[in-house]
């Protein structure tokens, strides 16, 4: 069965330090992982996805993860906040033998000025 | 107890046939969305109501329909199913249209056939 956890559902940084969005996971198959980012009023948006190619992934936005497969995680990072990245952001898990997808809770991130 | 419930979970139906799929949220929030996950696994939004008032619709074919009779609810229909509609649907909603944090209904499998 897969599951995947966010640790953390809020995050707190000041704007132009590092973000640390942390996402663990379990399968019992290679997984395919994302990260999406909601802002108000507006849809999902895809920042990664890993599906088994490079371990680290970039995104859009400065975004980046490294699929650890020993740690089981897919941790979201970013060297520099920037204010506009204030939202929630879904760590999302997908069994590649199936459609089924698992959402995270949801991490919210907020920019300190 | 669930928070955002989508029925049927699973809808097999031929093509040509008119179908819906009810959401129902009971976390009293005013934003309610509906995406598809297409063949990538990727999620797309294809509407967002605000206390039954429609206030993103994506370029989705017009056969697509969505109806909010009421906050807690927002349903999909679909007229004329075409082989291409086949995918999983997901139902969220969210405290307000200012509010990122969403919460997932689990999903309904369409195949169109």
């Known amino acids: 069965a897969q599951s995947v956890t966010q640790l953390d559902s809020h995050v707190s940084v000041s704007e132009g330090t590092p973000v640390l969005l942390r996402c663990n996971y379990s399968?019992?198959?290679?997984?395919?992982l994302f990260w999406y980012v909601q802002h108000p009023n507006k849809g999902l948006q895809l920042l990664l996805k890993?599906?088994?190619?490079?371990?680290l992934v970039k995104g859009i936005n400065g975004f980046e993860a490294e699929f650890k497969k020993s740690e089981t995680s897919f941790h979201l990072t970013k060297p520099s906040a920037h204010m506009s990245d204030a939202a929630e952001y879904f760590c999302?898990?997908?069994?590649?033998?199936?459609?089924?997808?698992?959402f995270g809770k949801g991490t919210r991130l907020h920019i300190l000025p | 107890d669930t928070a955002v419930s989508q029925t049927p979970k699973y809808l097999v139906t031929q093509m040509g046939n008119d179908k819906s799929i009810k959401c129902e949220q009971n976390?009293?929030?005013?934003?309610m969305y509906w995406y598809k996950q297409d063949s990538k696994k990727f999620l797309k939004i294809m509407f967002s109501y605000n206390n039954k008032e429609l206030i993103i619709n994506e370029t989705v074919p017009n056969r697509f329909s969505p109806k909010s009779p009421d906050k807690a609810h927002l349903n999909l229909h679909i007229n004329s199913l075409e082989l291409g509609d086949s995918a999983v649907y997901f139902c969220?909603?969210?405290?307000?249209?200012?509010?990122?944090?969403?919460?997932f209904g689990q999903g309904t499998r369409l195949t169109v056939v």
């Open positions: 969220a909603s969210s405290h307000n249209d200012r509010d990122p944090e969403a919460f």
């Open positions: 999302v898990v997908s069994d590649p033998r199936d459609d089924k997808i698992i």
């Open positions: 399968s019992s198959y290679s997984p395919s």
């Open positions: 976390l009293g929030h005013d934003t």
């Open positions: 890993y599906t088994s190619a490079a371990t």
